[in-house]
């Protein structure tokens, strides 16, 4: 068993996770100031709806260099034809990703019947073809289909807190509780801080997939934490006449090495999933490897230290 004095460390604990918090919600708050966001998080072409193109390049031995704002400047040029159900929508607002090192490409862009759709990629082949036939592929969301799939996401994410926190407050008293859900919004706001800052950095965008990364990294949390606060429980059981700190220190140390083998051999499908999982599961592992992180950190060191700031002990008869 791994020796962990937390208390004698716990400020570093607490200026670790407050600079880590500050950072995030500074972001936050930089993307729904920023003109072009106006949320927290760039939304997605899920909850905004729109188009969008993927293309995949035929290339013979490697492809040609190719750049986005290159395509953007195409694209802005690009005058659509009206047809009886659509209107010619203006593509200056068009994204471009550059995928896969340069072998694929995707275009998000406002909502576009069949026929618009067939224009976009015909004005970009001269720039970024030839295409693959079978790498095509166009993905249209209407607008309040994007809204509903957006209100839908914070209702789930509403709900599945609020029963965390019911579920909680059942199982512990009210020190556990506050501090459970403490560390779950410190690991919610951490990961959605990072991703604010990537939608800022490099246009990053959050999908459907972001907010079960989300509720994943909930559970995730709840789960680790509840694991250290059982082994708290049962120290101050068997060593009811120590200090706060003390039991705290030795029910950390007796779950450390669960929760780094509990944490590592999570993120080894995570590292998998990034490296071979593909552009579309590419972020969603991303997000989840962050979760996993944070959530460890805040299971093992920060809802523990805090902890130790009430003198006074657990109720005894909290029910396991």
């Given amino acids: 068993m791994i020796a962990l004095q937390l208390?004698?460390?716990?400020?570093?604990?607490?200026?670790?996770?407050?600079?880590?918090?500050?950072?995030?919600?500074?972001?936050?708050?930089?993307?729904?100031?920023?003109?072009?966001?106006?949320a927290p998080l760039r939304p997605g072409l899920d909850f905004t709806g729109g188009t969008q193109i993927q293309l995949e390049r035929l290339c013979e031995d490697a492809c040609t260099p190719l750049q986005a704002n290159a395509v953007e400047a195409i694209l802005g040029e690009v005058a659509l034809?009206?047809?009886?159900?659509?209107?010619?929508?203006?593509?200056?607002?068009?994204?471009?990703?550059?995928?896969?090192?340069?072998?694929?490409?995707?275009?998000?862009?406002?909502?576009?019947?069949?026929?618009?759709?067939?224009?976009?990629?015909?004005?970009?082949?001269?720039?970024?073809?030839?295409?693959?036939?079978?790498?095509?592929?166009?993905?249209?969301?209407?607008?309040?289909?994007?809204?509903?799939?957006?209100?839908?996401?914070?209702?789930?994410?509403?709900?599945?807190?609020a029963g965390i926190a019911l579920y909680i407050s059942i199982r512990y008293d009210g020190r556990y509780a506050v501090l459970a859900l403490l560390a779950l919004a410190h690991d919610v706001v951490i990961v959605c801080g990072i991703f604010a800052w990537l939608g800022l950095w490099i246009g990053l965008e959050v999908d459907s997939l972001f907010a079960v990364s989300l509720l994943t990294i909930a559970g995730y949390s709840v789960n680790d934490t509840v694991v250290v606060f059982d082994r708290i429980r049962e120290r101050q059981r068997e060593d009811g006449d120590l200090p706060i700190n003390d039991q705290v220190d030795r029910a950390v140390s007796a779950t450390l090495t669960r929760t780094i083998y509990t944490s590592g051999t999570t993120l080894l499908p995570l590292i998998a999933l990034i490296l071979f999982g593909g552009a579309t599961l590419y972020w969603f592992a991303i997000a989840l490897a962050l979760g996993v992180i944070v959530g460890s950190w805040s299971s093992i060191a920060l809802a523990p230290s805090l902890l130790t700031i009430w003198s006074g002990r657990p109720r005894a008869s909290a029910s396991a």
Avoid: C, H, Y
Wanted: proline share 5%; net charge neutral; charged share 10%.
């Fill in 81 to 161: 034809s009206a047809d009886d159900t659509t209107n010619a929508p203006s593509l200056d607002s068009a994204r471009v990703q550059i995928l896969d090192g340069g072998q694929s490409l995707s275009l998000r862009t406002p909502a576009l019947s069949a026929a618009q759709s067939q224009e976009v990629i015909e004005a970009v082949t001269p720039l970024a073809g030839p295409f693959q036939t079978q790498g095509q592929s166009v993905d249209t969301i209407g607008p309040s289909l994007g809204s509903q799939l957006l209100l839908s996401s914070l209702v789930s994410l509403l709900v599945a807190f």
């Fill in 7 to 38: 208390s004698r460390s716990r400020r570093r604990v607490w200026w670790i996770s407050l600079l880590m918090v500050a950072f995030s919600i500074t972001g936050l708050a930089l993307s729904w100031t920023n003109p072009a966001i106006k």
